[in-house]
T-cell receptor, first 113, second 113 residues
Framework: QKEVEQNSGPLSVPEGAIASLNCTYS??????FFWYRQYSGKSPELIMSIYSNGDKEDGRFTAQLNKASQYVSLLIRDSQPSDSATYLC?????????????FGTGTRLTIIP | ETGVTQTPRHLVMGMTNKKSLKCEQH?????MYWYKQSAKKPLELMFV???????ENNSVPSRFSPECPNSSHLFLHLHTLQPEDSALYLCASSQEWLGTEAFFGQGTRLTVV
């Protein structure tokens, strides 16, 4: 089982709709969760971090964490063509566990005008 | 710009060449990282330096040799590489080792011919 799993996509979403990106992780002791956005040919850019169960909103972005289900998601409201990118989920464990930042393979998102 | 600068941005080298990748961070961070990003694979952590000391070497072949002269600079020396080493090499930094947020440089696109 992969440590951090994401659907590679591509995920196509009409402009203005909600894009939903999902990520599952295997280490139940994980404590920190991140979403990075990576445009083609560019480096990953941190867009959201979440540490406790529930929702965290930042502008058009909402991160959702469910530690019991080992599931973290990213919602993008009012999707724009500029949101087209690969979204990387990253997970960091807690003390005594896998404390390294482990990345998924990423989900490629395309917003259709 | 994230405050992490990598040079060169692109590099083509033969299997018998020796070259070096350079990374510089202007964020005052104490930890620096080398990652490898290959197509359809998760970001792979290669090396970690914390306060100039190497704290992690993820079973990386000896043809990759890191050097960290101070907390702001990180090098990756390359020699006798293989075509399968062609990838995007990303440098990142964080406030401390196992820090929660990593900031990435733009990467060096390496092609081994």
């Amino acid at each position: 089982q992969k440590e951090v799993e994401q659907n590679s996509g591509p995920l196509s979403v009409p402009e203005g709709a909600i894009a939903s990106l999902n990520c599952t992780y295997s280490d139940r002791g994980s404590q920190s969760f991140f979403w990075y956005r990576q445009y083609s040919g560019k480096s990953p850019e941190l867009i959201m971090s979440i540490y406790s169960n529930g929702d965290k909103e930042d502008g058009r972005f909402t991160a959702q964490l469910n530690k019991a289900s080992q599931y973290v998601s990213l919602l993008i409201r009012d999707s724009q063509p500029s949101d087209s990118a690969t979204y990387l989920c990253a997970v960091k464990g807690g003390p005594g566990g896998n404390e390294k930042l482990t990345f998924g393979t990423g989900t490629r998102l395309t917003i259709i005008p | 710009e994230t405050g992490v600068t990598q040079t060169p941005r692109h590099l083509v080298m033969g299997m018998t060449n020796k070259k070096s990748l350079k990374c510089e961070q202007h964020l005052g961070h104490n930890a620096m990282y080398w990652y490898k990003q290959s197509a359809k694979k998760p970001l792979e952590l290669m090396f970690v330096y914390n306060f100039k000391e190497q704290t992690e070497n993820n079973s990386v072949p000896s043809r990759f040799s890191p050097e960290c002269p101070n907390s702001s600079h990180l090098f990756l020396h390359l020699h006798t590489l293989q075509p399968e080493d062609s990838a995007l090499y990303l440098c990142a930094s964080s406030q401390e080792w196992l820090g929660t947020e990593a900031f990435f440089g733009q990467g060096t696109r390496l092609t081994v011919v």
